[in-house]
């Protein structure tokens, strides 16, 4: 058995609340404790926000890579694995991808939800445009960009679509939705508006990438799902850190230095892709903009 099992929503009631890694008599690194103290915060707070919703359940995406797998530990302490709501949602997804999310399943004595949501993705996307249709050409724009734009917006139905099936099981069972997203991707916007953007609660969002895998050992995360290179499984061969064009530790370490004022110590090179991912990403951290009827007579006397 998996550590976070042993932590129901009634063992946060007692005395000592900490993982059952940290209570059965073997000895915990400074860190591992800190990892464990820190993990029963965000359990309380998961519980506390359940709670004010008057939810009766906790609803994630299992995606059978490490955040994912951290926030279900984390659900199954706020709440007992027989209310958290555990969807493995595949989208013509790695085969691999699903066994992870089962061990994560089972680790945590969560039963997965497995819905395959490709025949709803292809006809989604059968049901668009044809490419080069009246009225949408765009022959101006030079062929890769175009290529690069079709493969995102296909790429993009995916995270959107299993959004929509979380919130049906929300719905359905009376859940909130728990994201995945940490600090360092949330800060350089690598996520999909309205699709694994779109959630109720966000667990991991004050931790950077590097926390997060000290969440995931001190919990007790499958081996293969902690050492496995983070990918969002958008398509064949892609990896988080090939596509953002930093690694984790990089980002992590520039996104620490720039939050203490301290940016003349980033490399160059990677401030300068750091602040790239920033500014384009602007648009979703921040509130849709609303048209206010005061602003056409501010606009005149400009």
Not at 12 to 40: C, F, H, I, K, W
Not at 233 to 246: H, M, P, S, V, Y
Request: proline letters at 5%; one cysteine or more; a neutral charge.
């Amino acid at each position: 058995m998996r550590v976070a099992p042993a932590l129901d929503a009634a063992a946060l009631d007692r005395d000592d609340s900490r993982p059952a890694y940290a209570r059965s008599g073997r000895r915990m690194t400074e860190a591992q404790d800190d990892y464990a103290a820190l993990a029963v915060g965000i359990s309380r707070w998961l519980r506390f926000h359940m709670e004010r919703a008057g939810a009766a359940r906790l609803v994630l995406g299992l995606s059978g890579g490490i955040d994912s797998a951290v926030v279900c530990a984390l659900c199954t302490m706020a709440a007992g694995p027989s209310r958290v709501i555990a969807a493995i949602l595949p989208i013509r997804s790695l085969p691999g991808d699903r066994r992870h999310a089962e061990s994560v399943a089972k680790a945590f004595e969560v039963i997965p939800r497995s819905i395959d949501l490709a025949p709803a993705f292809g006809a989604f996307v059968a049901a668009m445009p044809e490419e080069g249709a009246s009225g949408l050409e765009d022959g101006n724009v030079d062929a890769e960009t175009q290529d690069s734009r079709r493969r995102l917006a296909v790429a993009n139905v995916k995270p959107r679509l299993r959004m929509a099936a979380l919130y049906y099981l929300a719905n359905r069972y009376d859940g909130l939705v728990v994201g995945t997203g940490n600090k360092t991707e949330l800060s350089i916007g690598y996520f999909t508006k309205y699709g694994d953007g779109g959630v109720d609660l966000l667990p991991l969002g004050d931790l950077d990438k590097t926390a997060v895998r000290g969440l995931a050992c001190t919990l007790g995360v499958p081996d293969p799902v902690i050492a496995k290179a983070p990918s969002a499984g958008l398509w064949e061969g892609q990896t988080d850190e090939a596509e953002i064009g930093l690694s984790y530790a990089d980002l992590d370490r520039a996104l620490a230095l720039r939050g203490a004022g301290r940016e003349s110590e980033i490399d160059a090179a990677v401030g300068e892709r750091l602040a790239a991912l920033v500014a384009a990403s602007e648009h979703k951290r921040t509130p849709i903009p609303v048209f206010r009827r005061d602003e056409i007579e501010a606009a005149r006397l400009r």
